[in-house]
């Protein structure tokens, strides 16, 4: 099998257009894509500041990679790379390891935040999450400190690593659940929230099979740990969905995506910006309270009962 454009040898066939790509010219039509993407996303101007979230797996590492690229050399955007310790023994410190250990090498100013922040690390919150799965309290408390830790660094926005299927799963989840609030707003952001820091998406274009081939062959490090409590997650079941289109019609994830973005004006025209006011935290809510501050505290008082400090309620 030789590249179409070369004739090297190809590493890939990218099954929905029939190329088949060496090394090089698979790196190369990544990166256009995602530099296009980016473009399209946000106006980054002289003395922005991005935050890239970044857990050390391959997805958010070539995230970090490519915007260090397009923009480490111009010296007027600064790149921030902020990650989470959800405290999951055996699972988060490697990771962390190695986007440290990147950081120094690249020189990219490196923030890390913790669970333990909020009064309980993930390890124990999945032993009392009740009708809660573990994924929800994991995703709401890092929404939480990402968004902290982007507005204290004076972020102009948040770069997540979020490549297609991700973005097909996500939407179809949301289609299937009537849950168009949430469709409407699926980033990328293109409005501003006071205290929301917006989310870019570059590999939004990116299918998980590519971002995984272009860590591969630009050498990029990247832990590859399974999180030991993914498969309480309710994506999963979307997942094997759209793999089974993709699987039988090429570019099916392509298609899902692009009706959605058609879709989107739409969504965003007839359903105005909530008006969210903050938190006792600070975090911008619609509630009295938001939903990190109640998860914590609900956690916090299940594993005060467990360990016999006071009844539960």
């Not at 997540?160 to 469709?183: I, K, P, Y």
């Amino acid at each position: 099998m030789r590249c179409d454009i070369c004739g090297k040898e190809a590493v890939t066939l990218i099954r929905y257009n029939g190329s088949h790509l060496c090394a090089e010219h698979l790196r190369r039509y990544v990166e256009r894509r995602v530099k296009r993407e980016v473009r399209k996303q946000i106006d980054l101007r002289s003395g922005d500041t991005v935050a890239v979230a970044v857990s050390g797996g391959k997805d958010s590492m070539v995230t970090l990679h490519l915007l260090d690229s397009i923009f480490g050399d111009r010296g007027d955007i600064a790149i921030h790379a902020v990650s989470i310790d959800e405290g999951i023994a055996g699972y988060r410190p490697p990771s962390l390891d190695i986007v440290r250990d990147h950081c120094r090498a690249r020189g990219i100013e490196w923030h890390l935040r913790s669970f333990s922040e909020l009064g309980a690390e993930m390890d124990e919150i999945a032993g009392v999450a009740g009708e809660c799965s573990p994924c929800t309290y994991c995703g709401v408390f890092r929404r939480k400190l990402m968004n902290d830790e982007a507005g204290r660094i004076g972020a102009r926005c948040i770069a997540t690593g979020h490549n297609l299927d991700d973005m097909a799963q996500s939407v179809l989840m949301n289609f299937v659940r009537g849950d168009v609030e949430r469709l409407a707003r699926l980033g990328p952001h293109t409005r501003v929230q006071p205290g929301l820091v917006p989310r870019i998406l570059p590999l939004r274009l990116i299918p998980e099979k590519e971002s995984l081939l272009y860590a591969i062959v630009s050498g990029i490090p990247f832990w590859d740990g399974e999180c030991p409590y993914w498969t309480a997650a309710l994506r999963n079941q979307y997942r094997d969905v759209v793999d089974g289109l993709e699987a039988r019609s090429p570019g099916s994830r392509h298609s899902i995506l692009a009706s959605y973005d058609r879709l989107r004006p739409l969504l965003t025209e007839n359903l105005p910006a909530a008006g969210l006011h903050a938190c006792a935290c600070g975090e911008p809510t619609l509630g009295a309270r938001c939903k990190a501050c109640e998860l914590a505290e609900t956690a916090v008082r299940r594993l005060e009962a467990r360990r016999g400090l006071r009844a539960d309620p």
